[in-house]
């Protein structure tokens, strides 16, 4: 009963909570019983829904299981299958697993929480000479996935909202293919600075959004900066390897809109645009490795 009872406590607070948070306007306790924010549920329902899930991109069933797992837990996805500990923690990370599969998109991050609950029920090899090649391979494996993960993929979001920033002109920003862009980097820009995020938007729509968005061209040379004198602008910030945005770069039009670089980060990367079956591997690779970065651009448009 005591155990019901700090749950039900513990779960109408966090509704409060959320509530509070989620509404514009100060909330009253009709508004708690009424329109209550359940946090858990609405991840439910969003996730329950194919077309939601298909603006971040949609994944085989297996995808957790035979790809993010091992990406990581590395060598220690073997000692998963070969020498478990069976406990309550490993029971626990694979029911986790198994509910999460069964949500059509499927990221590596997903599964953080399941990672200290694999890694305390596996056992090392009983061998030392076996024990210390694993161990070997377990370094390696942490210090290029460390360095790769930590620094190079979509490493450019954060740099990329320092940039905005300290743009005084800068009013919109369109971020594509990239991860979240976290605003409280803003350093209070925020409050002048609408953030759009459309992921994994189809480029048409991207381009409709942009010229609903964009401000009117002025003449000016391209080497200048008079455009930040300008009370707004439209910026877009996109991965170097988006090659379907390469026929509107050149700015070739008359009309339409103008795509003007203003900035490029070198360490990033898109390892979520790897698109092995359309592209084959090694086109893929070339242009997410070899394409590496991220790019600002100000979009302007024709008046």
Known sequence: MMLLLAALGTAFVAIVLDTAFYQTEPITWA????????????????????????QHGLHPWYQHLLGN???????????????????????????????????QHQ??????????????????????????????????????????????????????????????????????????????LLNGKNEVLQTRDVMGMKGETLLEELTRLATCDRPVDRRSLEFLKEKSGTYLLAPASATWLDPYLPNKADEGLRFREVWRYKNHLNLDDLDFAEDGVWETLSRVIGRRGLVAWRVTKSC
């Open 31 to 54: 508004d708690v019983v009424n329109r209550p924010v359940i946090t858990p549920l609405n991840n439910f329902k969003y996730n329950s829904d194919t077309e939601n899930l298909a």
């Open 107 to 184: 990221e590596a991050r997903f599964l953080l929480p399941t990672v200290p609950l694999i890694l305390s029920s596996v056992q090392l090899p009983k061998n030392k000479a076996v024990r210390r090649v694993w161990i070997g391979v377990w370094v390696v494996f942490n210090a290029v996935l460390g360095i790769l993960m930590g620094t190079y993929h979509q490493g450019g979001v954060v740099p990329g909202q320092t940039f905005l920033a300290s743009q005084p002109d800068a009013t919109t920003a369109v971020w594509w293919k990239t991860y979240t862009p976290p605003v409280w």
């Open 69 to 103: 797992l091992p990406l990581l837990l590395g060598p220690a996805t073997a000692l998963l299958f070969l020498r478990p500990h069976l406990s309550l923690r490993l029971y626990s990370a694979i029911s986790g697993i198994f509910v999460l599969s069964m949500f």
